[in-house]
């Protein structure tokens, strides 16, 4: 059992943190090198081909035993599931696709984000294993309903991020002499690829996650019986999908038919994300932690 842990959690959790140490250095020599150059930045340079090598090349390693973790059964019984091991898939599957993108774009300020979550959210199960699903996990369609919603997070995640960073990048053109931003920010925007490219980025994550989320939405309601062993219901769960779907489908719409880009994309994608957060890892997290129901 404690071995267990020790692989499947604690392993991946360093391999994370040095993956994260090892992005860090390399955007500190960009950030020091820049400002040695009179301000003028580098080129963007893959952190794949930078900073300690041996950090970078395990992350895989770490990704795969983050995967793992995922399924390792807590007992004899079935399946265990909860708002703990959401977060954790979540951003494993971010993880995932953003290792795989960064073989075509420098997506070193993600990473710097997004592996210091992906720390914190995988040795949550520890504490919160989550609801034991029993034979419902028996279901043919129960895993998959699970998986394409849990890779629905995890993509339109990245799509988030992408806005966010989007956005500081903004505020730093408006206001490029502003004082009084952390050193940790300066390193991140340090790795930034060009608005344009962020941009792309963005709407490809979210092309990806709208489709997935319609996978799951739809499932879940027309095969219920199915996947959940009941009719349909109209429960909040369901509700808030539906708007996270509507503003994912809004945005998308509106940037076909009238090229929507910049604060509006930003926005529509944030908002859409939060509210998506509610609709199963908000309620669960109510359930499991405040009021203490499984």
Do not use: C
């Not at 992350?59 to 265990?80: E, K, N, Q, R, Y």
């Not at 040795?123 to 919160?128: N, R, S, T």
């Not at 349909?232 to 808030?240: I, N, Q, S």
């Not at 809004?250 to 529509?268: K, P, Y």
């Amino acid at each position: 059992m404690i071995v267990l842990v020790l692989i499947l959690f604690l392993l991946p959790a360093v391999l994370y943190s040095a993956a994260w140490l090892a992005s860090w250095r390399t955007a500190s020599a960009a950030l020091t090198g820049a400002q040695a150059g009179g301000g003028l930045a580098p080129e963007p340079v893959s952190v794949q081909t930078t900073g300690p090598a041996t950090a970078t090349r395990l992350l895989p390693l770490a990704i795969v035993l983050h995967g793992v973790s995922l399924f390792w059964p807590w007992d004899t019984g079935g399946f265990h599931f909860g708002f703990a091991k959401a977060l954790s898939g979540m951003f494993w599957i971010g993880l995932a696709m953003l290792w795989f993108e960064e073989r075509r774009a420098s997506l070193q300020s993600l990473r710097l984000l997004l592996l210091p979550l992906a720390t914190g959210a995988m040795l949550l199960p520890l504490a919160y294993p989550g609801a034991d699903f029993g034979e419902l996990s028996h279901r043919p369609l129960f895993v998959p309903h699970l998986l394409a919603g849990t890779m629905a997070y995890g993509v339109l995640l990245l799509g988030s991020l992408n806005a966010l960073l989007m956005l500081w990048a903004q505020r730093d053109l408006h206001h490029p002499n502003r004082t009084g931003r952390s050193v940790w920010l300066d390193r991140i925007m340090g790795g930034l690829p060009p608005l344009l490219v962020l941009e792309r980025v963005m709407f490809q994550f979210i092309w990806v996650g709208f489709g997935l989320l319609l996978l799951t939405t739809l499932s879940g309601m027309l095969f219920s019986e199915e996947v959940f062993g009941r009719p349909f219901r109209l429960e909040h769960k369901t509700v808030f999908s539906l708007l996270s779907l509507a503003f994912f489908g809004v945005l998308l719409a509106g940037r076909v038919v009238r090229g929507w880009r910049g604060r509006i994309a930003m926005r529509f994608t944030l908002w859409g994300f939060l509210i998506l957060l509610l609709a199963y890892v908000g309620t669960r997290f109510v359930l499991e932690v405040v009021l203490d129901r499984f």
